[in-house]
């Protein structure tokens, strides 16, 4: 990274030389006063309490509510692509990045920018121009996007919080050493050291700006009186213009939908989408919503100005290649298939049904493995050992509306981060149009899925989520009775493990077993996933229908994926697909 650019016009010569040897020997000081940094500093004006330079940061305001306010997909990918204008790579020579040209409007060089992804970023800015920034990045993303807001914060810190964290001269390591003393603590030095990096700024002015997210300054207003026409695909707005077949839509909508139609040939609405999807699954799309594990604490463990741009550029360029390369490999249409903007690492895609499992067992194989090689030894092995990726999977008709897709996936998301830490998992739900509505994934699961069984014992008929390893054991499990089985007597199952005793449904399963062919039927899906040939019938196969394990409380429960199985059956292929596990 390049300080002398960074910091050209806002300090001295000599104090950025001390600033980028202070970088290498962070470590081994012990007293702030006595570093080169510290006495350039002070031979340059710049005094303990002098703060002239700020941590900057941004971030787009509710962008779901804002992307997915129409339910058409060319608005939808409009308003995704005018929250990209906040992003820092657009191209190649960064034209038609906002932020670009802001910074050349104050005259800041390209290394001001730490990251700009998603919708947010960090930037380091001299603090006598901090307002003045964040007034010009409100104007212009205002006008740019006509309904969306941005939040900006920033912390003001002397050179020297760059490299020992905040307020590291108001009360540094010095300060820390007698606190530990006179408690009686002996290792909580080095912690304290950890800690005092440019992390713990990220830290503080992620805080700031979550607190100024919930004090909005203003909101977007288009005034619409009692008689106005309001607008046909939003319906908040006035309606402006006449578009899709004579329906009057708002400015903003229209902007979105000229936006999305811009370039290369794309899906004019969901149904196009839901069309790609094969067989059974036709008209039905994909909604995956993926999120990292374990970046937080990452990004603490980051202790440089180089190393959190490093990392986030690092994270960004992964996801965005990984999902490009399993598009490729699962050969969907790029006409049918949308990476939408949603901020940080979170993730949203569109994509026909039949596809969206299979690709989501990819996804987070692949960004799990990518992001556990980083190369970085600032990244201790415990925490490389605990990345991964959550991932939530709704699957639902193209008529379903847009938002409650992508508000369903993300709750999934969040089931599954709940679920894998410090794994990857997969969580999903298929709604069909017979399927209950729910605001709550959670409520829709007790009411679907949860029975007391007569015993008092607990049943449940899924085992979502699952971690990465169950869910690729689960699939391939799915896969072979497919193959095997014919549909009506999977069905015959599902029926009798739902609504019947469960040890009803365990005798009618061991007479189905009992009366196929060894080398047909239930005996072949057996074999397969047991590993074993059975000519045979052992009480132990009635594990494939039910399980016994208890529940957060240590209670026993009855649970089965046999429900799963049948659910996704429209959804998966009959190839048998031989699958490696992740560390």
């Known amino acids: 990274m390049n300080f002398n650019s960074l910091f050209s016009g806002t300090l001295p010569l000599p104090v950025i030389e001390a600033f980028i040897e202070a970088q290498k020997d962070k470590d081994s000081v012990e007293d702030l006063k006595q570093t080169r940094l510290w006495q350039a500093c002070q031979e340059a004006g710049i005094k303990d309490d002098d703060k002239p330079l700020t941590v900057f940061s941004f971030d787009t305001d ?47 060089p390209d290394e001001a920018v730490v990251y700009a992804s998603g ?30 807001t941005v939040t900006c914060a920033w912390l003001k810190v002397h050179p020297m919080d760059l490299i020992y964290g905040y307020r590291c001269l108001e009360f540094g390591l010095d300060d820390a050493k007698k606190i530990i003393e006179k408690n009686g603590a002996e290792t909580l030095s080095e912690k304290w050291k950890n800690k005092k990096c440019f992390g713990e700024l990220i830290t503080i002015l992620s805080e700031n700006l979550q607190r100024k997210k ?39 909508c229209l902007k979105k939908m000229r936006i999305g139609r811009e370039g290369e040939d794309r899906a004019e609405d969901m149904r ?18 993926a999120d990292g594990n374990g970046m937080g604490a990452v990004l603490q463990e980051l ?15 992964t996801f965005q290649n990984t999902i490009d390369d399993i598009q490729k490999e699962l050969d969907i249409c790029g006409n049918v298939f949308e990476k939408l903007v949603t901020g940080g690492d979170d993730i949203i895609l569109l994509m026909p049904g039949d596809k969206s499992l299979l690709f989501s067992e990819k996804l987070a194989k692949k960004i799990t493995e990518k992001l556990r090689q980083y190369n970085d030894n600032e990244i201790s092995d415990d925490l490389r050992g ?55 994934i959670t409520d829709l699961r007790e009411e679907l899925y949860s029975r007391e069984h007569d015993d008092a014992e607990e049943v449940w008929f899924t085992k979502r989520p699952y971690i990465f390893d169950e869910f690729v054991e689960f699939i391939r499990t799915a896969r072979q009775l497919k193959t095997n089985v014919p549909q009506s007597q999977i069905y015959f199952m599902r029926e009798l493990i739902a609504n019947q005793d469960r040890r009803v449904a365990e005798i009618n399963f061991l007479f ?34 039910w399980e016994e394990q208890p529940d957060k409380n240590g209670n026993k429960q009855i649970i089965t994926s046999f429900i799963d199985y049948t659910e996704v059956y429209h959804f998966i292929d009959k190839e048998s697909v031989r699958y490696e596990k992740t560390a």
């Open 214 to 252: 919930g004090e909005p300054e203003n909101i977007p207003f288009f005034e619409a009186i009692p008689y106005a026409e309001r607008c046909d695909s939003c319906g908040m707005r006035p309606a402006k213009e006449k578009a899709y077949d004579d329906k009057k839509i708002c400015e903003v």
């Open 386 to 440: 605990k990345m991964g990726l959550g991932v939530g999977v709704l699957i639902a008709h193209y008529n379903f509306p847009a938002l409650y897709m992508v508000e369903y996936a993300e709750q999934l998301m969040k089931n599954a981060k709940k679920c894998g830490k410090p794994e990857s998992a997969i969580d999903f739900a298929i709604l069909t149009d017979s399927s209950p509505v729910s605001t709550s």
């Open 119 to 148: 919708g947010g970023g960090i930037l380091i800015v001299p603090a006598k121009q901090a307002e003045d920034v964040a007034k010009e990045i409100k104007y212009r993303f205002s006008k740019a996007t006509l309904g969306a």
């Open 303 to 317: 202790k440089a100005i180089s190393d959190y741009r490093n990392w986030s550029r690092f994270v960004h360029k």
């Open 512 to 545: 189905q077993v009992a009366r196929s062919k060894h080398d047909k039927g239930w005996k072949k899906w057996i074999s397969e996933v047991t590993g074993e040939k059975k000519k045979s019938i052992s009480a132990d196969i009635r594990k494939l229908i």
């Open 62 to 108: 509710k962008i779901k509510e804002y992307v997915f306010a129409s339910p058409k997909l060319p608005e939808i990918r409009g308003g995704s692509k005018l929250i990209k204008k906040l992003d820092w790579k657009l191209k190649r020579d960064n034209s038609g990045s906002e932020i670009k040209e802001i910074l050349g409007q104050f005259d800041l």
């Open 272 to 289: 196009a989408i839901g069309d790609a999807s094969e067989g059974r699954a036709k008209g039905y799309v994909g909604v995956i919503y």
